[in-house]
């Protein structure tokens, strides 16, 4: 393979959020970054974070787009591919409303979390591998919750549409095989990103046996290794990356 690999990560404009820490950790392993952040909320976040990975000796930037527009899904791709060939997509953007069950549930909080949840990491894979050149070491990464695992009440429209992310990881696998495109999932499990209170520690720590939470290089050093070429093999997986966690 020639020249420097470049990958591109939704959703990673907070500085101690998932996405951020994958940015970091693929940075350190001297891959180009391109990163999506939400445009309302987090340019001053993202443009230190381009600084602070541009320390490590790559290329990075960042750019604002809302992922529920589908019109993004072609411009996020051409500006991430602009003067480099892009060999890795990490679907890490999420959008999540909490106290949503199944009474609260309406038509537009559903749709609200398909656009973001489901509908941009399949078109963006879809796109990303349709552009791929064959036998580069593409790599397809998306993050997922542990739907398949166990139910997760009050959260029903963030769970059915995140859920999809592991019937299309697997199918889509097979699909892109035939170019050296691998397609996986990484369930991080509990995260701590600045939304865990003192009282949800408590409720959470004894279902970790290591005695802590995950933290956000815990699931970036898994995406890491599976946009590596040691992970060529490695495709169609639901990789739970929980520490433990035996909440179910």
């Known amino acids: 393979m020639q020249g420097k690999r470049r990958a591109l990560v939704t959703g990673a404009g907070r500085t101690n959020g998932i996405g951020a820490a994958i940015c970091r950790e693929l940075a350190q392993r001297g891959m180009d970054i391109r990163f999506t952040y939400w445009p309302l909320e987090e340019r001053e976040e993202a ?12 290329n990075a930037e960042a750019r604002a787009f809302d992922l ?21 997509l990490v679907n890490n953007a999420t959008y999540s409303l909490r106290d949503i069950n199944y009474q609260a549930l309406t038509p537009e909080i559903l749709d609200q979390h398909y656009a973001v949840n489901l509908r941009a990491p399949l078109l963006l894979s879809a796109a990303f591998a ?25 959260e029903i429209a963030y769970a059915a549409t995140k859920g999809g992310i592991d019937a299309f990881t697997r199918t889509l696998a097979a699909e892109v095989a035939a170019k050296g495109i691998t397609v996986n999932a990484v369930n991080p499990g509990p995260t701590d990103t600045g939304w865990v209170t003192p009282e949800i520690r408590r409720e959470l720590l004894p279902y970790f046996p290591f005695g802590r939470l995950g933290e956000p290089k815990d699931a970036a050093r898994l995406v890491a290794f599976l946009a590596s070429e040691e992970a060529s093999w490695i495709t169609g997986q639901i990789l739970h990356s929980e520490g433990g966690f035996m909440s179910r």
Do not use: K
Not at 68 to 88: K, M, N, R
């Open 47 to 58: 443009t230190a974070a381009v600084e602070a990975l541009q320390e490590y000796g790559v």
């Open 130 to 154: 349709d552009r791929c050149p064959e036998n580069i070491g593409g790599r397809i990464i998306s993050m997922t919750s542990g739907q398949s695992l166990g139910g997760m009440p009050g």
């Open 68 to 88: 529920s527009q589908t019109e993004s899904i072609d411009s996020i791709l051409e500006w991430a591919s602009e003067g480099g060939t892009l060999q890795v």
